[in-house]
């Protein structure tokens, strides 16, 4: 049974930082993608940043580029998410999912799911 737990959310101020967790069970992590989504109540499920198996490359939304890094460790079948920065919009539940082969941004390509954690960034 696969499985995604995210943790790490939590509430911050403005220009804060966090940093989320994504731990997997049940696949073989390396052979995954593994991406960051975020939704925010009323709106959809927006991309945040992927990471392609090796850690090798990352691309990320432009609402969040210099400011939030994707990070994975192959052998501790864990992805990372480290946000700087933190602005009131970022507010949102965070949710990692990993898909087999290569990164995409579209939350419809994506077969695992997390539970989500939630960020809150106060102003």
């Known amino acids: 049974q696969v499985q995604l737990v995210e943790s790490g959310g939590g509430l911050v101020q403005a220009g804060g930082s966090l940093r989320l967790s994504c731990a997997t069970s049940?696949?073989?992590?390396?052979?995954?993608?593994m991406a960051w989504f975020r939704q925010a109540p009323g709106e959809e499920r927006s991309f945040v940043g992927v990471i392609n198996w090796s850690g090798q490359t990352t691309y990320y939304a432009d609402s969040v580029k210099g400011r939030f890094t994707i990070s994975r460790d192959n052998t501790k079948n864990t992805m990372e998410l480290q946000m700087n920065s933190l602005k009131p919009e970022d507010t949102a539940t965070y949710y990692c999912?990993?898909?087999?082969?290569?990164?995409?941004?579209?939350?419809?390509?994506?077969?695992?799911w997390g539970q989500g954690t939630q960020v809150t960034v106060s102003s």
């Open positions: 049940g696949l073989r992590f390396a052979n995954y993608a």
């Open positions: 999912a990993a898909r087999s082969g290569a990164p995409k941004e579209t939350p419809d390509e994506y077969v695992f």
